[in-house]
Nanobody, 125 residues
Framework: QVQLVESGGGLVQPGASLRLSCAASAPAFSSCAMGWFRQAPGKEREFVAAISWNGDYTYYGDSVKGRFTISRDNVENTVDLQMASLQPEDTAVYYC??????????????????WGQGTQVTVSA
């Protein structure tokens, strides 16, 4: 049974930083690519970042490149998303996701088969 639990969301002002964390209960966590996605009201779920099973490869959506950093700890079974220079357009529910197929890292929602419940990030003055 796979369980993903996000934490770290909240209300911040524009320009602030925030760190999200995802704690995974998954037997094969260290073999699986992990991703962060977000969904704003009325919009489709959007790719934010992904990381390979060993952390050697990372990928970012165009809107967050240079501001967000994804990392993982295969001992603690966590994957984090460090967010900097947050802007109001970053406001969304952020989801952690696991790709159990252990193939190439994907940026597609459909390739991830386990999801957390999401954590709200609101950027507002």
């Amino acid at each position: 049974q796979v369980q993903l639990v996000e934490s770290g969301g909240g209300l911040v002002q524009p320009g602030a930083s925030l760190r999200l964390s995802c704690a995974a209960s998954a037997p094969a966590f260290s073999s699986c690519a992990m991703g962060w996605f977000r969904q704003a009201p009325g919009k489709e779920r959007e790719f934010v970042a992904a990381i390979s099973w060993n952390g050697d490869y990372t990928y970012y959506g165009d809107s967050v490149k240079g501001r967000f950093t994804i990392s993982r700890d295969n001992v603690e079974n966590t994957v984090d998303l460090q967010m900097a220079s947050l802007q109001p357009e970053d406001t969304a529910v952020y989801y952690c996701a696991l790709d159990s197929l252990q193939g190439p890292v994907s940026q597609q929602v459909a390739h991830y088969d386990y999801w957390g419940q999401g954590t709200q990030v609101t950027v507002s003055a």
